[in-house]
């Protein structure tokens, strides 16, 4: 049963990594909900992918690595500073 913790944070860890990587890769530009979801949700139809998406945006806010105001979603300056470095 642990096993199965673990591997379903895991997978959150994943998204939220994705979710980070992708906004800061397109930094400047200011991203919406509805445009990560369309370009990071597997499938559109399936509201659990569509749930992953917002779920890590949320857990990334409460973390201070994202910003969200309404729909925009941009990196803190905390996330920006942390993206030059080596990690892993």
Request: include cysteine; hydrophobic fraction near 40%; glycine fraction near 6%.
């Amino acid at each position: 049963m642990q096993a199965e913790g673990t591997s379903e944070r895991s997978r959150a860890d994943r998204k939220e990594e994705a979710v980070l990587q992708h906004i800061l890769d397109w930094q400047p530009t200011i991203l919406r909900m509805d445009d990560l979801v369309r370009e990071l949700a597997k499938d559109l139809d399936d509201f659990d992918s569509r749930d992953e998406v917002e779920q890590a945006v949320q857990h990334l806010v409460r973390l201070g690595l994202l910003y969200r105001q309404g729909e925009c979603i941009l990196p803190t300056p905390a996330a920006v500073y942390v993206q030059g470095w080596e990690l892993g």
